[in-house]
């Protein structure tokens, strides 16, 4: 039972003896700077049940914490606050319990439960772009916080496989491509359908304008351009499993799939489970069938298939169209059934998706519910806002998007100038620096976009991302590499026990109180579905322990059973600033 779930029981006590009264809640803050104390009792709720002044309540209540708990040594009322001073013994004590525990803050129990979180589901007719860096980056990390609060974990995608997009890519390289291939062209295969993609865009573009300038309307024109009729015909015949155009999008959808595998792996990202639009486009069906025997959904007079949502406050919306053809809707409820079926122990999902599918994702769930399946209680829509550069927007089509590969690289560029700028790599081999920069420029990026609110647009400014001052993931970098310099000179301290009635340094206190806070930022981080409570914490530790290694000597403190204290809580905040980067999906070097 944590400290303050003991001090909660104990002023609920308090105010029985005290005044008769049963209170059912407690509110805690941290204590502020300028106050002596740890911790905060808010009095002022309480005057709801406990009738008088507050500033007399809280001393009579502090005066009961002082006479019955060991761990309260001191108390301070400020206007009707609370603030209580909480023993050096039991932070040393906390200290001692935790000090050689791997994996601290993680929970090691694994749930019979599972989540699957989804996350990337890319298009095969183009490369992966910043868009989809946020997507796989809060995507894995939601995975690893949910696995290191307890619980048992598939990472999963939905390939986007099929469709007049992926056509458009087929026919441009057969219509412009001659033959070219990955290996001819030196290009990422991903990047190689991509450039067909524009090449087709920009040739409709043309058929288009030729059409107009010849007295056709623009929208007639826009439909009847040849290259796009050809396109339509190219689908038609893949979805009637046309040997020769099947073998062509087996042939460049390889390509792309060993593009996209580079660049997963340059993002350190992986995942447990595919699954292809390809072979989920047509599942739903029957479930939308059965739906309409148990009269969740009704056909309308042309024979499509509708749900009405207006009594949820949403509106009607199709499942089936008067041909029988499904819509993506029907495909999402197919596919959410089918992961159950391949793993029975899902008992939710997770779905990273932008902010542009929020409705969708309403009618998803609530469909699912109304079907009865008691997983779609525990489905959650990860959404999150769009990335711009400082140069705005991003369009595919045109060729004008942020490439993910690109940006990797040029952040590891803008890690190598920054680093070699400020002279920090005097004795590093060049492989040695090629691999910093790599550490450090993934580090820079993954932290500037997860230290967000995943629901907040984004800004990405590579250069200050990469800046080694303030709440960047360099500067975390610089301090986790700063501490394992004090270790490797602090080979002659013992990890033993450390004295209990040493009295702490203030610093070392809120040094403590922080670390102290790990395994519950875990669990709200899960609850939340939010890296960015991850990463606000641990810059938060990082800014704690500076301002420790600014005030109190390490090395060259006399006392030795101060001096074991100071180093081995150093080693702590180090495994912690790793274990919590770890859940970012973010590297720490040992040097700097």
Not at 22 to 29: A, N, R
Not at 53 to 62: D, F, R
Not at 199 to 222: H, N, P, W
Request: with cysteine; charged share 25%; hydrophobic share 40%.
């Amino acid at each position: 039972m944590s400290l303050q779930n003991d001090l909660t029981q104990k002023v609920i006590e308090a105010v029985k003896q005290l005044y008769q009264i049963d209170l059912p809640t407690v509110e805690f803050q941290p204590t502020r700077k300028d106050f002596e104390g740890d911790l905060t009792v808010v009095v002022f709720p309480m005057l709801r049940y406990v009738k008088g002044n507050p500033a007399q309540i809280a001393t009579q209540i502090g005066g009961y914490l002082q006479e019955h708990m060991a761990e309260v040594t001191k108390c301070n009322v400020v206007q009707g606050f609370l603030n209580i001073v909480i023993a050096d013994s039991y932070y040393l004590n906390f200290f001692n319990s935790i000090k050689d525990e791997v994996d601290f803050g993680y929970v090691k129990s694994v749930s019979d439960k599972a989540v699957m979180v989804e996350y990337s589901s890319p298009n095969t007719n183009k490369p992966l772009h910043l868009g989809h860096i946020r997507n796989n980056l809060l995507g894995y990390s939601v995975a690893e916080i949910l696995k290191a609060s307890g619980k048992k974990v598939y990472k999963t995608q939905i390939i986007n496989d099929r469709g007049i997009h992926i056509c458009k890519s087929m026919l441009a390289w057969q219509k412009f491509g001659e033959g070219e291939t990955p290996e001819s062209s030196g290009l990422k295969g991903d990047h190689l359908v991509g450039k067909y993609y524009v090449a087709f865009d920009k040739a409709y573009k043309e058929q288009i304008g030729e059409l107009i300038a010849a007295g056709t309307e623009k929208e007639k024109a826009e439909r009847e351009a040849p290259i796009l009729l050809e396109a339509q015909e190219m689908l038609r015949k893949w979805e009637s499993g046309d040997e020769a155009v099947v073998s062509l999008w087996k042939k460049m959808n390889a390509w792309v799939y060993a593009g996209f595998d580079i660049t997963y792996k340059n993002l350190g990202v992986d995942f447990d489970k595919l699954y292809y639009e390809s072979d989920t486009y047509l599942l739903g069906r029957d479930v939308v069938k059965d739906g309409l025997e148990k009269g969740v959904f009704f056909k309308k007079e042309d024979g499509s298939v509708w749900i009405d949502l207006t009594e949820d406050g949403l509106d009607e919306k199709i499942v089936l169209r008067s041909d029988g053809t499904a819509v993506y809707m029907t495909q999402d409820i197919g596919t959410a059934i089918q992961r159950v079926t391949d793993f029975p122990d899902i008992n939710g999902m997770v779905y990273t998706v932008g902010n542009e599918q929020d409705y969708h994702f309403k009618v998803l769930f609530l469909i699912l519910k109304k079907l009865g399946y008691t997983w779609a209680e525990q489905l959650y829509h990860l959404s999150y806002g769009m990335v711009d550069l400082p140069s705005g927007k991003m369009k595919s089509r045109e060729g004008t998007v942020v490439d993910a590969d690109d940006l990797i690289q040029s952040m590891e560029d803008t890690a190598e100038a920054i680093s070699e700028e400020l002279g920090k790599l005097d004795g590093y081999s060049d492989a040695e620096k090629k691999e910093l920069y790599r550490t450090i420029g993934l580090g820079a990026l993954k932290y500037y976009i997860l230290k967000v609110d995943p629901k907040k647009r984004i800004l990405f400014n590579p250069e200050e991302s990469v800046d080694f001052q303030g709440n960047t993931g360099p500067f975390i970098q610089y301090t986790y590499a700063r501490i394992q310099s004090i270790l490797r000179k602090a080979d002659n301290v013992r990890s033993s026990a450390v004295e209990t009635s040493l009295v702490l340094h203030e610093k070392e206190k809120e040094l403590l109180k922080q670390v102290q806070l790990f395994p519950e930022t875990v669990q709200l981080a899960a609850e939340n579905y939010s890296p960015a409570l991850i990463a606000n914490y641990t810059y938060d530790l990082v800014k704690e322990f500076n301002s420790f290694y600014q005030q109190v000597s390490i090395l060259g403190e006399p006392d030795g059973q101060k001096k074991q204290l100071r180093v081995l809580l150093s080693q702590k905040v180090g495994e912690v600033i790793k274990s919590a980067f770890l859940l970012l999906g973010i590297d720490v070097p040992e040097r700097m």
